[in-house]
């Protein structure tokens, strides 16, 4: 089960996302619940996904794959 963390994460890579206004409507409350900023929270929710994603495996190898 997903759970806030309130520290903070070191995020430096700015980039543009959009969302569909229901999705950012509940991301933003869930942020001002969880007392944690927006930005904090959808980098929690993307490594949440990427952490559960089925394929995990296959993508660790391409990453250790790339770095030799």
Known sequence: MFKVNSS???SNIPRTIRFSE???NSLFEIAEIEQVSFNSLVLQCC???INDYEKIDLLRK????DRE
């Open 22 to 24: 229901e999705t950012y």
């Open 62 to 65: 391409r990453k250790n794959k």
């Open 47 to 49: 490594s949440y996904a």
């Open 8 to 10: 903070l994460l070191k």
